[in-house]
């Protein structure tokens, strides 16, 4: 089961705060291009957000997390309640597709 996440209006500028104090004099000007290849680093941010937004990287998507910039894009989609069943359900089927709850 998903909880639900509204990214918040401010989240770009928080990211940008945590990204600068995580990596420190690192960060390149532009604090999306900033790399998060040590593994240590990037479980300080991504933690830190997870704490703070309520949201965490799930386990199979960490890979994918590879500059600041990831990390915004995956902080920036919404996410609804339920499981994929329960909004196929809800989904205007074509009538010869049932589902069946057991």
Request: hydrophobic share 35%.
């Amino acid at each position: 089961r998903r909880r639900s996440y509204v990214p918040p209006e401010d989240l770009q500028s928080r990211l940008e705060s945590h990204v600068r104090e995580v990596l420190g004099p690192s960060v390149p000007e532009d604090w999306q291009q900033a790399p998060l290849q040590e593994n240590r680093l990037k479980h300080r941010l991504l933690a830190r957000l997870a704490a703070e937004l309520g949201h965490a990287v799930p386990n199979s998507q960490l890979h994918r997390m590879r500059r600041a910039g990831d990390v915004l894009g995956f902080y920036r989609a919404p996410v609804k309640d339920g499981t994929e069943v329960d909004e196929l359900a809800a989904a205007e089927l074509p009538p010869n597709l049932k589902i069946i709850w057991q």
